[in-house]
Each structure stands twice: as structure tokens, then as C-alpha cells.
């Protein structure tokens, strides 16, 4: 069955950094614009950045501007997500998923019916 892996998640006191890994079980992440997405307590999922093909572009939600960094690498397999700065508000399970949408010099938005392979989440909490 085809999913994706996160890790890397954890306890970090605010202020501190995380990177997340995103990973394919069973296929290659190469051909599809990535997604990463969060969903804390009580609230809807939102989404935090994406990137293209090649890495060519990349998208961030205003809150995470400045502070996050989608990157990937082909030869890995791999698609990251850098957390600095993190806030308590960042807190919640960290999803990546693929996507066919967006465009080589256009990083695909975050409506989620436009994810198709997503990853059972990895748990973020900052807190002092």
C-alpha cells in the first residue's frame, strides 16, 4: 500500500528548531509537489508549506513565514520541513502529502481534496 512517513517530531521548548523528514513507503516522491500540513487540538488541518518538483518553488502560510523551510532531496527520497523559532502555537500532528497540482514556477496551494497520498502524522509540541 502506498503511503507516506513522517519523523522527527518532539517535545522542544519554545524558541528551539525541529526538521521533519517526509518519506515514500513503496514509490517515488520525485514526480509530485509535497505538502505539509498540521492539525492541532481541536482544530480543522491547515497547510504550512509545499514545494514543486525540483524544489524549484516553494509556499509558506503567513504564520510560518520567516521561521519554516520546505526543502527536498531527490537522491533521498526525502522531503524536510525546518522549524525554528518554533511557538507554542505550533503544536500540533505534522502531515506531508503528494500532489499533481501547481506548476513548475508555482507551488500548489492547500486544499487538501488536491492531496492524494498522505502519511499517518508526527507529533509536534512545544512547550516550556
Known amino acids: 500500500q502506498l503511503h507516506l512517513v513522517e519523523s522527527g517530531g518532539g517535545l522542544v521548548q519554545p524558541g528551539g528548531s525541529l526538521r521533519l523528514s517526509c518519506t515514500a513507503n513503496g514509490f517515488n516522491l520525485n514526480p509530485y509537489n509535497i505538502g505539509w500540513f498540521r492539525q492541532a487540538p481541536g482544530k480543522e488541518r491547515e497547510g504550512v508549506a509545499s514545494i514543486t518538483i525540483r524544489g524549484i518553488t516553494t509556499k509558506y502560510t503567513d504564520s510560518v513565514k520567516g521561521r519554516f523551510t520546505i526543502s527536498r532531496d531527490g537522491a533521498q527520497n526525502t522531503v524536510y520541513l525546518q522549524m525554528n523559532s518554533l511557538k507554542p502555537e505550533d503544536t500540533a500532528v505534522y502531515y506531508c502529502?503528494?500532489?499533481?497540482?501547481?506548476?513548475?514556477?508555482?507551488?500548489?496551494?492547500?486544499?487538501?481534496?488536491?492531496?492524494?497520498?498522505w502519511g499517518q502524522g508526527t507529533q509536534v509540541t512545544v512547550s516550556s
Open positions: 502529502a503528494t500532489t499533481t497540482t501547481g506548476s513548475y514556477f508555482n507551488a500548489p496551494g492547500f486544499a487538501e481534496q488536491e492531496y492524494h497520498y
